[in-house]
């Protein structure tokens, strides 16, 4: 090894990579019990805290670490029992081609440095535009994630509509709409006051009476609407917001229609998911997530925008030192159309995985997660003390266990409980959110490998666990 050189030999660089194509294989052929831990910040100083290593250390040793330290006290995302959050079911073509974008480090900020790398890009963007039924000339590109999906489209809506020209300016979404949104509109100058929070209806979607009546206030004292954020699936119920009539709106009053489907909105790639999207075709601008619901390492989320002159308008800045970078028109430098000059080749994933497995595959795989929340959203209904809050809808159910008797506060008590009780065995993962300003409990199994029997024998330990609890 020449380590002032960074190099190591062919040797070297072949048994270090067998062993971690090893890990993987083992990782992804599903023999691991245990959703992995969460451990406590001191356990991990005690593992992991040591000074800048001055000389370097044998680079198997280096992996032995990560394999006893690293990987076990990190949660497996992609678990077969992991129903938490969106979980991240990614898969192994997924992390194949992340090893070869990194280690080809693929620029594909620009074309000259990565003119393959933005084709593919363009390719897959334009897969997905089709699916979600923009026109013809709609386009847009990958980001690092749904959050940055959200900013990079608000940017172009702001651009857009306002001019960047900030005051009196207002948005308009649910209150199930992600923390995202609001952070993307801090990022872009907006104040807290200039996104209305709208109360939503009684499935948790965005309310239209709501939102006419407060675009009309808002013009009669003098400010300007201008977006409406809409859900294509929330993270807390996988509640889609009404798109058609939203788009109605939106037309009407001239605002531009934003659809956070980060969650939702992959599931075109299916009948079932087409069906419950009907009218994002309508919307200005689109944010997906390949790294939720297509199966993908992170980080990969997307955005797509109707005019995507939009986005190069808002994003265009060219420094001297890119003059040689910008090449004809039609030669598409991604870096002009967001916010990142370096970008990681992240298309490669996207395109390798449905060239493998094929659209009617990965719609299949989809599929399975709207029948799995069906499945558990069964199960719950057949257990006497459990209450389904919200039906299965775009892969979530939520759900309360309510022993008869129990008094509100010890309920809630018992439900805010229930999770840590479960996920501290590391066997399965769920987490709660807050519907109504009380705790429900969430399974969100959309990963195409979760079986019923995984589902039953949650629901089963959380009955089990439920019995060790009286909560006072
Ligand atoms: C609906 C929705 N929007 C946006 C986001 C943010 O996406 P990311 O975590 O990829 O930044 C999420 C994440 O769960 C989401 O569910």
């Keep these: 090894m020449d380590r002032d050189a960074l190099q190591l030999s062919r040797e070297q660089m072949r048994s270090l990579g067998y062993r971690v194509v090893d890990l993987l294989v083992d990782h992804f052929a599903g023999t691991e019990e245990e959703t992995g831990q969460t451990p406590s910040r001191a356990a991990l100083e005690e593992a992991l805290r040591e000074d800048l290593p001055e000389d370097g250390q044998d680079p198997h040793a280096v992996l032995d670490q990560v394999e006893e330290d690293v990987l076990p006290n990190t949660r497996r995302i992609d678990h077969p029992r992991f129903f938490g ?43 997905l535009r089709k699916l979600c039924g923009l026109p013809e000339g709609a386009g847009g590109l990958f980001t690092s994630g749904g959050s940055m999906a959200n900013v990079t489209a608000l940017a172009a809506a702001r651009h857009a509509m306002l001019d960047d020209i900030l005051d009196d300016a207002v948005a308009y979404c649910s209150d199930q709409t992600h923390t995202s949104v609001d952070r993307a509109l801090r990022l872009l100058g907006f104040g807290p006051d200039q996104l209305r929070r709208l109360p939503s209806d009684d499935e948790f979607r965005l309310d239209l009476e709501a939102l006419t009546e407060a675009v009309a206030t ?46 939702g909105a992959p599931t075109a790639i299916c009948k079932r998911g ?22 993908q390492p992170f980080e990969i989320g ?24 910008m090449g004809p028109e039609e030669e598409v430098n991604f870096s002009a159309y967001g916010i990142q000059l370096t970008r990681s080749f992240r298309a490669l994933k996207l395109w390798m995985t449905l060239k493998v497995f094929g659209r009617q595959h990965i719609a299949a795989g989809v599929r399975r997660g ?12 057949k257990r006497p003390e459990w ?79 439920r019995q060790t609890m009286s909560v006072s």
């Design 85 to 127: 959050f969106v979980p991240g079911p990614n898969n192994f073509i997924g992390v194949l081609a992340d090893a070869l974008a990194a280690g080809f480090n693929v620029f594909s900020g620009t074309w000259i440095s990565g003119a393959a790398a933005a084709q593919v890009e363009l390719v897959t963007i334009d897969w």
């Design 218 to 263: 808002d013009r009669t004292d003098g400010h300007r609407p201008f977006c409406v954020i809409a859900n294509a699936g929330t993270t807390n119920t996988g509640a889609v917001d009404p798109l058609p009539a939203l788009a109605e709106v939106a037309d009407e009053h001239d605002l531009w229609l934003h659809v956070d489907g980060a969650y």
């Design 274 to 295: 087409r069906e419950r999207l009907t009218g994002l075709d309508r919307a200005d601008s689109i944010t997906l997530d390949p790294h939720k619901w297509l199966f």
């Design 302 to 325: 997307g955005v797509l925008v109707r005019n995507p002159t939009h986005l190069r308008r808002a994003f265009r800045l060219e420094g001297e030192y890119l003059e040689d970078a």
């Design 370 to 381: 709207f029948e799995r929340a069906e499945q558990a959203e069964r199960l719950l209904r």
């Design 387 to 465: 209450t389904v809050v919200t039906p299965a809808q775009m892969g979530i159910v939520t759900f309360r266990c309510e022993p008869n008797g129990w008094n509100p506060l010890r309920i809630d008590a018992l439900n805010r409980q229930l999770p840590p009780a479960i996920n501290e065995e590391n066997q399965r993962f769920l987490t709660k959110t807050t519907l109504d300003g009380r705790p429900v409990l969430r399974l969100c199994p959309i990963n195409p490998r979760t079986t019923r029997e995984d589902l039953r024998a949650t629901i089963d330990r959380l009955d089990a666990l």
